[in-house]
């Protein structure tokens, strides 16, 4: 990759609301560097640069989103009070909180025993956030969800499509933890099957389907 030069073009601009500073509302005017593909079979040809708080084509920095679900979903306040406080549409606000998932947190102290994994498409980029310390990231569209089929918790919801994404989350969990999973429930992808293969050499794998469903999450929960 390397840096697109455009007569004439400066890197694209961006308008970011975030945190208030000062008690004033702040809008940060981001220009972002724009990179070209040398290679001519790449199907993408051309990237901005994104970081942890300006994600590609987001309008809210990630803490401001992050702020603004954690005053309504912590402490019992009124949705047109928070949405004034930082200048944003009631709309924006609600849609804020209905499309954040709160995930469990402790996948690590869990004794999963029936492991969901499912390839999920939301219908608009999501928020995570940390039912216990109130962190909030941003996800694409297309994630993986991995649920305790049991209880339904939803245990992590990580980026990508691809088996390795499955490997790298399960390879990160304790030994012990590993060694306690006895099902697997997945989409029938042979990625995601050679994944659990070579992390849980020794648990059944199921097709979705065929696994008993967990509990409806609330506020807008997927189900994995």
Sequence with gaps: MR???????????????????????????????RYVCAEELCPQRTSAEVTDQLPARARLATRLAGAVVNALRVDPRAVSGVAY????????????????IDVDGHADYRHVRRLGVDEHRFRRVRYVRDADTGATSRVEPWSIVFTDLDTGAILDVVDGRRGKTVTDWVKARPRWWRRRVRLVAIDMSAEFRAAIRKGLPKAKITRRSLARDPPRERDGHHRA
């Design 3 to 33: 840096g697109a030069d455009r007569p004439g073009a400066g890197p694209p601009t961006q308008r970011v609301k975030d945190l208030p500073c000062g008690g004033e509302p702040v809008t940060v005017l981001v220009r972002k560097r």
């Design 85 to 100: 406080q930082h200048e944003l549409s009631w709309t924006t606000t609600i849609r804020l909180v209905s499309t954040t």
